[in-house]
């Protein structure tokens, strides 16, 4: 098995308060929601970079909280069409493509993972178009969630970018897995 990490080429901040502002140079990422105002983080993973003829074993979101409070966990959802960090703001947000893909958790500092293995393999072979996740505050109505994670511009500690840790075996090497008794060397 080998392993591969992936990046985001795109990341940035919607704001409901100032809905046409752009944070796509920011290096933090804000969940918060108080009343009605919140920040969405919104993310793309290129893909490019996992090797062609592979099977995906499994995929992990990381995502780095610098600050982290009020113990919960957040929805991540698909993106239904593609957006541009340099001009993405709440009034062009993309909105989300179905139910929820799972949870993440903004409790605390440190880093915070989520199994993303169907969605990465689904962007990986074609079958789901990628066009990255959002994070919304959790619903219903909790006040003042607030979360900031790391984006690819954080300059603080670079090892803090939000990643996908890939795992996958080679196809073209396949892996033994009968019994050992009858191997003979040649």
Sequence with gaps: MSEIDIYTDHDSNLR???PNNNYGSRTGMIIWKSGVNQWIPILHFITDDIP???NIISAVLWLYANVGSNATSNPVYKNATMFNENIVTWNNKPSTDGASIGVIS?????WHTMDITNILTGWYDNSIVNN???IPPQSPLVWTQNASYSTKESTDIPS??????VTYS???RPLWTGPHNNLQII
């Design 106 to 110: 903004s409790a605390s500092s440190g």
């Design 132 to 134: 990255g996740i959002q």
């Design 170 to 172: 080679d196809l073209s």
């Design 52 to 54: 062609i003829g592979i």
């Design 16 to 18: 409901s308060s100032q």
């Design 160 to 165: 803090e970018k939000p990643y996908i840790k």
